[in-house]
């Protein structure tokens, strides 16, 4: 049988060959699942209003509530997920998207506001299913972040292609977001099958990384309680950084025009591709720290290295010194650098220096939740609130917010777990010695 022979093979892989064929198929996977989520950000569905309100603004908010009730929904399935029933999974959540897609098409505005809503409310689910092929492994630095600059590259593409089908095809912004995720529809067939042929993680990875578990409510709150104010720190950091990359994300469109790139497909590719090669580079390379302590630290690092970067780009771009592409991609290189670690390696490690039996799983979705809480946070209150400011304005303003924000939680985070993991050395050594 094809599928057994292709698992064998890759058990028999050196590590190389293994990542590179867990990274494409995660990769891909993730990335054909965002032509079923982001093209319709392209549209600018121009003059449309609803209630007084931007239609766009609906359409945003629509989704990332479905996507944000799906985060909360993914804490439980997604952390009691068995792995026979991931693929499945993954392929019925995407196509029920893709009928909400048919229907945003056919269902007259404004009642194809609920749609949208049907759309992002089963895609939230997916990040962490996919992931679960690759935590808990010794080259999980490497397989997450190649997993990760999925949604950072696949954003601008699914994104080109949805302004190539308005633009050269013709296709009505309404019916465009179906077209869109129809292109990729085949394609994820292949590369959910082929990630499903990964074999489990290894003895050797369990040894390393501390083995894996699906967590039931009881187990999840005791994991909770036993770290809660570092993952109150963490949550807080996460929510700033999920507000500012969905505002980024969800309003491209609109920031690109303000900085006089409104024609253009190309600038959606043009300025994500370096960020996800960068953010690949750093966040794979992290795979070397044998130490998951250290690489617990160096995580910290990152994010708040990345946070400044945002701070300080923005600043440097209101003062004219750098250029409206430059700017845009130093900020995504900053967002991404604070964003991607909790999508993947900083979780993980995390388990693995308190040699803690679990999953990843649930606590990217822990954050995930209130993440996507805080981005419809900032919807209302740039809708209802300041409703005159400029896109780009405000987006500025974010930025600056989540510099000093998430300096100090980061800061504040990494000196709890540091106190956290010097406490539970010091028991340990106590007990050795008693043992003696």
Request: hydrophobic share 50%; with cysteine; proline share 4%.
């Amino acid at each position: 049988m094809l599928a057994t022979r292709i698992q064998n093979w890759l058990r028999r892989q050196n590590s190389a060959i293994f990542s590179l064929y867990a990274i494409v198929a995660a990769f891909c996977t993730y990335s054909c699942m965002y032509a079923f989520r982001k093209p319709f950000a392209v549209a600018t569905f121009s003059g449309l209003q609803f209630a007084g309100v931007d239609y766009k603004v609906w359409l945003i908010t629509a989704q990332v509530l479905g996507y944000t009730l799906s985060k909360f929904v993914g804490i439980k399935i997604v952390s009691e997920m068995k792995n026979g029933s991931r693929a499945v999974s993954i392929l019925v959540l995407i196509g029920f998207a893709a009928l909400s897609l048919l229907g945003f098409a056919l269902v007259p505005a404004p009642y194809n506001i609920a749609c949208l809503f049907l759309n992002g409310l089963p895609l939230g689910m997916i990040w962490g299913l996919v992931f679960s092929y690759l935590e808990g492994r010794k080259m999980t630095e490497a397989l997450g972040a190649g997993l990760s600059v999925s949604f950072i590259f696949s954003s601008g593409m699914v994104k080109a292609v949805g302004k190539y089908l308005i633009v050269n095809w013709g296709i009505s912004e309404y019916w465009m977001p179906l077209v869109a995720g129809m292109v990729f529809f085949m394609p994820l067939l292949l590369f959910v099958w082929l990630l499903d042929r990964l074999p489990p993680p290894t003895p050797e990875d369990n040894r390393l990384r501390t083995k894996r578990e699906p967590m039931n409510s009881s187990q999840r709150r005791k994991f909770f309680k036993t770290f809660a104010p570092g993952l109150i720190f963490l949550i807080i950091t996460y929510m700033a950084l999920t507000a500012y990359r969905d505002f980024r994300d969800n309003f491209a469109a609109e920031i690109w025009k303000s900085l006089g790139y409104g024609s253009s497909s190309k600038v959606f590719i043009m300025t994500e591709i370096p960020i996800a090669i960068a953010v690949l580079v750093i966040m794979g390379s992290l795979m070397v720290i044998r130490s998951n302590s250290r690489a617990l630290w160096v995580n910290h690092i990152l994010i708040l290295a990345g946070i400044l970067i945002v701070g300080l780009s923005t600043l440097l771009f209101e003062q004219h010194l750098i250029s409206a592409p430059v700017w845009m991609t130093l900020v995504g290189l900053g967002l991404y650098m604070g964003y991607v670690p909790f999508n993947s390696i900083l979780f993980d490690r995390m388990i693995a220096t308190f040699h803690y039996v679990s999953n990843v799983g649930f606590l990217i979705y822990l954050a995930d939740s209130f993440g996507y809480l805080a981005s419809v946070g900032i919807l209302f209150y740039k809708e209802f609130g300041h409703p005159d400011m400029k896109w780009l304005d405000f987006f500025i303003s974010m930025g600056y917010i989540l510099t000093v924000s998430g300096s100090v939680t980061m800061v504040a985070s990494w000196i709890y777990f540091h106190k956290k993991e010097s406490m539970a050395n010091y028991r340990s050594l106590n007990h050795h010695l008693a043992g003696a």
